[in-house]
């Protein structure tokens, strides 16, 4: 049998999507009360941005959420107002579009100034890259079209290559974390101090949920969000679940971010004109106060489900049994249709 061309790769990848979308579709799910109005905030209308794969709310320009496409593009990311439209391009200095796959935002203590980090953690082969790369660029003053510098930092995981889609940087820290996308994921911390003269090494520190696509810290740093297919999970430490939160049904859920007052939540989609919705969070799951005394704590049962949200004790990976056992079934039959494609291409 001859070797694999590249394209069966990306029918594979495609194949996964269908499916999982297929198995979304069979899965009980809630009503989407959690959007706002259950209208999207704002749609991309940019023609230039058709796989919205990272999402970033600017944390110096009022209205301002960056974006980037997904693989297939060059390096460079998209300043969009909340009317969906594009305030100004910016190129990547010096970095390479591989496969990018997040975006996080925080806020340099020592000048005030915004700083975006993008991902290029993507690994379709699982595994088959010895180092994956976040490029670390200051936002730009201006919202005017331009060539930004970047830091660009090389990681690796501690237990061999993963493939991952999540990336967020603790604000109180400044420390960056990656979440895995896999049937058992999980989140990676990095370095406090990264260097760009040797990779640096990622360690597990917490379990992440079943196929997550994206994540995000808190604008105070007292809590996380970590996206899946499905829904969204909120956690106060890695695997210590605060409460799920239900998402707008989308076509492929594959982003997410906080806004900067930290009330609501804001999660994306792939797709030409893809919708942005802004999810507005419970109260148990807006943060915690700061002091070191007062510790998270579930909120006590009132007798009335929360339209934004359910909980899940005893279900640290954020998604129930039935629907994990759904999702496998759909998984199974996903193996199947991949491997007939991987042979006939390879034949």
């Known amino acids: 049998m001859g070797s694999t061309p590249a394209g069966a790769v990306r029918i594979s990848r495609r194949a996964i999507g269908v499916l999982v979308l297929a198995g979304a579709a069979l899965l009980p799910t809630a009503p989407a009360a959690g959007a706002d109005d259950d209208r999207p905030l704002f749609r991309f209308k940019d023609a230039r941005i058709t796989e919205s794969s990272g999402l970033a709310v600017s944390p110096t320009h009022d209205g301002i959420v960056y974006t980037h496409n997904d693989s297939g593009d060059g390096p460079r990311i998209f300043a969009v107002g909340e009317d969906g439209r594009t305030r100004a391009t910016f190129t990547i ?27 290029d953690i993507g690994d379709n082969l699982e595994g088959a890259w010895p180092y994956v790369t976040v490029y670390k660029v200051t936002e730009p003053r201006t919202m005017r079209d331009a060539t930004l510098p970047a ?26 974390y990656v979440v895995s996308k ?49 829904s969204a999970s909120v956690y106060s430490a ?17 982003s997410i971010s906080y806004t900067r007052d930290g009330t609501a939540l804001l999660t994306g989609s792939e797709g030409a004109g893809s919708p942005v919705y802004r999810v507005p969070l419970p109260p148990e799951a807006r943060g915690w106060p700061a002091s070191p005394s007062a510790r998270p704590r579930a909120a006590k049962p ?30 199974v ?8 494609v991987a042979y006939r291409t390879g034949r």
């Open 93 to 119: 200095g010096g970095a390479t579009a591989r496969d990018w796959e997040g975006m996080a935002a925080s806020v340099d203590p020592a000048t005030g100034r915004g700083v975006l980090w993008i991902a």
């Open 238 to 254: 890695p695997g210590k679940l605060i409460a799920h939160v239900t998402m707008p049904p989308l076509q492929q859920a594959e």
């Open 182 to 230: 896999e049937m058992s994921g999980s989140v990676y911390e990095a370095p406090a101090r990264l260097r760009t003269d040797r990779v640096n090494v990622l360690r597990k520190v917490g379990p992440a949920p079943l196929m997550a696509t994206d994540a995000a810290y808190a604008p105070d740093g007292s809590a996380f969000v970590i996206r899946t297919y499905f």
């Open 151 to 176: 830091t660009a930092y090389r990681l690796r995981y501690e237990g061999g290559g993963r493939n991952a889609e999540g990336v967020m940087v603790n604000p109180r820290t400044g420390r960056l």
């Open 302 to 331: 009132s007798g009335r489900p929360s339209p934004h949200a359910s909980r899940a004790e005893g279900e640290p990976g954020g998604v129930p049994l039935s629907m994990t056992l759904l999702w496998l079934g759909v998984a």
């Open 333 to 340: 039959g996903a193996i199947g249709v991949i491997a007939a």
